[in-house]
């Protein structure tokens, strides 16, 4: 299937890949060119990259969605048959979302919300920003208003962070320490305050450093209350993991022509698989594309380089200069090229492979994104 027909057949679309490949540049450009073929689409980012965001026309990212004004793609000669969304995920408020449908009772929900070890958790705690990027997937994906969410995802330092994210959170949550401290916590009652404040302080070393009056307190609210969440919180995860893997979410792996980021790439890509999450295509970003020898002599190069100069650049020094560049950038190439290769034959022919070239510039305007998403879709 080519990535047009992934953006034209999917109602997800998630970009996963190591650091700095070009995730959110390549699922904006995915989002601009599904809006321009008719899709009521909505790019959901986690980074608050204003670069993405002047983009889209947009002064910043927000966590609440705004419509790209089709003005703008006129204003860059492109036609926008549909409709174009931009948010940005808001870790918090997503978690706090899921305590306020959760929770047995108001009361229960505010001392979760109010509780400053949640608070910790909520925002800093590893792992929560992926599994709430899930989660605000799992809940757009059912929104009518979206034809296509395509999701960009946080920089993962190991392909496995990402995937096994819910499973993670809940694990740090219903840990055999974290219940160990909620059975001698409720059973033992203050008298047994020094024993647990040693037990916690070791506990929660992991967590952070929360000092202050009303510490323990904190604590024991914190534990009973995710306690009380537990039941529907864990099921949650479970829906959640198994979204990812229904039919209508596809997963685009993004990577540089690097052989550490192909090497990853092809890691994930297996990872993926034996997750019984679709990968159905994968983009080679930031590729270096051959440049042909010139025809013309040495000489000739000389001559053409005096006319199209000002007199004081002296072409004939110019010219093994460039002659050095040229050749450099096709041994680049063909290193590109070698990559991409080794990629093909290790993880095999049906997922199809798109490259993107190394851009002059970063990518910084619609008529850009334009531009990635032609190489994506393979029309340029
Ligand atoms: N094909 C390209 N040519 C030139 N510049 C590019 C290209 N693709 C992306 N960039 C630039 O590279 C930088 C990194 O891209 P991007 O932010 O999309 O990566 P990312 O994978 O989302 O990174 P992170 O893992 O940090 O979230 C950006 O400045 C972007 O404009
Ligand atoms: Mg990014």
Redo the contacts with the bound molecule.
């Keep these: 299937m080519s990535l047009a027909e992934v953006l034209g057949s999917h109602r997800v679309v998630v970009t996963v890949?190591?650091?700095?490949?070009?995730?959110?540049?390549?699922?904006a450009a995915m989002a601009v060119h599904a809006a321009m073929e008719g899709r009521k689409v909505l790019c959901l980012t986690?980074?608050p990259?204003r670069?993405?965001a002047n983009s889209l026309g947009l002064s910043e990212m927000t966590t609440s969605e705004q419509d790209v004004p089709t003005a703008l793609f006129r204003n860059h000669g492109l036609e926008c048959k549909g409709a174009l969304s931009a948010m940005m995920l808001d870790t918090k408020r997503t978690f706090d979302g899921l305590v306020e449908k959760y929770a047995s009772s108001e009361e229960a929900r505010d001392r979760i919300l109010n509780n400053q070890i949640y608070r910790y958790v909520a925002s800093s705690l590893a792992g929560t920003q992926e599994y709430m990027a899930m989660e605000k997937l799992h809940e757009v994906r059912q929104d009518p208003k979206w034809d296509l969410v395509v999701l960009?995802t946080?920089?993962t330092a190991s392909a496995l962070d990402f995937l096994t994210a819910p499973e993670r959170l809940i694990d740090a949550i219903d840990s055999p320490a974290m219940r160990w401290f909620l059975q001698v916590f409720e059973g033992a009652g203050k008298e047994a305050f020094g024993l647990v404040g040693r037990g916690a302080t070791v506990l929660l070393k992991g967590i952070g450093r929360i000092t202050g009056l009303g510490f323990l307190e904190q604590v024991a609210e914190f534990v009973s209350g995710i306690n009380d969440l537990f039941g529907g919180f864990k099921e949650r995860a479970e829906q959640v993991s198994d979204a990812l893997r229904s039919p209508e979410v596809a997963f685009v792996l993004?990577t540089s022509p690097n052989p550490l980021a192909i090497g990853e790439a092809r890691f994930f890509s297996e990872k993926l698989e034996a997750a019984g999450m679709k990968r159905e295509a994968v983009i080679v970003?930031?590729v270096h594309m051959p440049i042909e020898e010139p025809s013309i002599s040495a000489e000739e190069q000389i001559a053409v380089l005096r006319e199209a100069l000002p007199a004081s650049i002296d072409a004939a020094h110019i010219q093994p200069r460039l002659a050095e560049a040229l050749m450099a950038e096709r041994e680049w190439a063909s290193a590109d090229r070698a990559q991409v290769e080794r990629l093909a034959d290790e993880i095999g022919n049906e997922a199809r492979i798109v490259q993107?070239?190394?851009?002059?510039?970063?990518?910084?305007d619609l008529a850009a994104l334009a531009r990635?998403a032609s190489f994506l879709t393979e029309a340029a």
Excluded: M
Aim: hydrophobic content about 35%.
């Design positions: 890949g190591s650091g700095g490949v070009g995730k959110t540049t390549t699922a986690i980074d990259a670069r993405l960009d946080p920089p993004v970003n930031q993107v070239p190394a851009f002059d510039e970063d990518v910084h990635v």
